[in-house]
Nanobody, 123 residues
Framework: VQLVESGGGLVQPGGSLRLSCVGS????????IGWFRQGAGQREFVACI???????LAADSVKDRFTISRDNAENTVYLQMDNLKAEDTANYYC??????????????????WGQGTHVSVSS
């Protein structure tokens, strides 16, 4: 699966952005998709969604502000980010993983990544 992220940009604290992850390939709807982010440190888990979209998991730091969803007809996974904070500033990457038992919240669970999109939260 090849993945392309978009939707990043500069936003003020408290603002919103929606990231998109578009996939290509014949087996898109077999993959769980996850969002990770990387600032100055290691790549950090943000959220993931199962192949059918029926199950999701989000990191504690974002679960009340970010929502992951997918549209398999459009080969797209979205990350709706609300009430953004300065600490959300990072490069955001989507990745693909097979399986959901357990949910793929580790970097090593993923076998393909997009090139990333940058989110900057600043006044």
């Amino acid at each position: 699966v090849q993945l392309v992220e978009s939707g990043g940009g500069l936003v003020q604290p408290g603002g919103s952005l929606r990231l998109s992850c578009v996939g290509s390939g014949d087996f898109w709807n077999r993959y769980s998709i996850g969002w990770f982010r990387q600032g100055a440190g290691q790549r950090e888990f943000v959220a993931c969604i199962s192949a059918t979209g029926s199950e999701t998991l989000a990191a504690d730091s974002v679960k009340d502000r970010f929502t992951i969803s997918r549209d398999n007809a459009e080969n797209t996974v979205y990350l709706q980010m609300d009430n953004l904070k300065a600490e959300d500033t990072a490069n955001y990457y989507c990745g693909s993983a097979l399986g959901w038992d357990p949910p793929p919240f580790k970097f090593a669970d993923y076998d393909s990544w997009g090139q990333g999109t940058h989110v900057s939260v600043s006044s």
